[in-house]
């Protein structure tokens, strides 16, 4: 089952700023994306565009190896390479452009195919609710860097 939607949200963030905070793998990032479960974070590696780093969520319980690639300017690309729930090749990507008057306008697109029952229910709940989900949880965290001066 694959489920698919785009989003777009304006903040107060620069897009270097989002940039930065979606490409943090320090064992700060889950205290700075507050879905992400702390226990399912891994870094395997962490290059100058690149990263490979297995991240999930306890509720219900999904996780998998991504691929980060944030080689063009203002956008991050996450590629699932491994997981026991997603299928190979489900993806995400954030792209973010100044805004006129300050901050950003970001686009995501959100793309996942399931490979197993409990990934089955968390897709049907992101058929759901996934878009405005996601522009809350992005929303936030990214206006948090702002507010925090991060």
Do not use: C
């Amino acid at each position: 089952m694959r489920t698919s939607f785009e989003f777009d949200l304006r903040t107060t963030a620069t897009p270097d700023q989002i940039v930065e905070v979606l490409t943090d793998f320090s064992a700060n990032r889950p205290k700075r994306w507050p879905a992400l479960s702390a226990g399912l974070f891994h870094v395997y590696s962490v290059g100058d565009t690149e990263a490979v780093v297995q991240e999930g969520q306890n509720l219900p319980k999904i996780y998998a190896t991504w691929h980060y690639d944030w080689s063009v300017p203002g956008t991050v690309s996450m590629t699932v390479t491994d997981s026991p729930y997603l299928e190979t090749g489900s993806y995400h990507s954030v792209t973010a452009i100044a805004a006129p008057g300050g901050g950003s306008d970001v686009h995501g697109v959100w793309t996942n195919t399931a490979k197993n029952n409990s990934a089955k229910v968390g897709l049907l709940m992101m058929r759901v609710i996934g878009r405005r989900f996601f522009t809350r949880y992005y929303q936030r965290v990214f206006d948090q860097l702002t507010e925090s001066g991060a």
